[in-house]
């Protein structure tokens, strides 16, 4: 099944988020050992993905307040199913408010930074940064020709310069 568009995940991001808006308090629990003397949540996705909660324990899904879907990735091929080995998908996600929040302001602080540092309008630095790793590919490439050329020469003027002695050594710093 190929990744669906960004587009999609945008769309299907406030039917994640709706359950929670509702004040969803159904919640599944899995016991633990008999010392640890409490339940843990799991986080149940239709027929998915469950996982156990990292650590908040929220009395009702409605405290999570928001769900953002950040990226999908192709995971490792399904080992159970011998036949077809399907592939599996990763979806990536933060939940909470004041995590979703945080994180923006950290990007939004490195996009302008960025954005300061390029000298380019947001929207720019993607395509700003793709020229650059252009530019840098063939510097390398003509870096690399001009080394060449230059050994090529050198050879050259140590021929022209008939040396009298068998062993010829020639020491040069190297610019890092």
Request: charged share 30%; proline share 4%; glycine share 4%.
């Amino acid at each position: 099944m190929p990744a669906p568009c960004q587009r999609y995940w945008t769309g299907i991001q406030p039917e994640c988020s709706a359950p929670i808006h509702f004040f969803w308090n159904k919640a599944r629990t899995k016991g633990l050992p008999d010392n640890y003397g409490d339940s843990i949540r799991i986080v149940q996705i239709g027929n998915l993905e469950n996982n156990m909660c990292c650590g908040t324990h929220v009395t009702s899904l409605s405290q999570l307040e928001m769900i953002k879907l950040l990226r999908v990735e192709k995971g490792k091929k399904n080992k159970k199913k011998e036949e077809g080995k399907e592939q599996s998908t990763l979806l990536h996600f933060m939940v909470g408010r004041k995590q979703i929040f945080e994180k923006f302001n950290d990007m939004y602080s490195t996009e302008s930074q960025l954005s300061s540092t390029l000298e380019r309008q947001p929207c720019e630095i993607h395509a700003t940064v793709l020229e650059m790793k252009e530019s840098q590919k063939k510097a390398k490439q003509k870096i690399k020709a001009l080394e060449e050329e230059n050994v090529m020469l050198l050879i050259e003027l140590f021929k022209e310069k008939k040396p009298t002695q068998e062993i010829f050594s020639l020491h040069r710093k190297t610019i890092q």
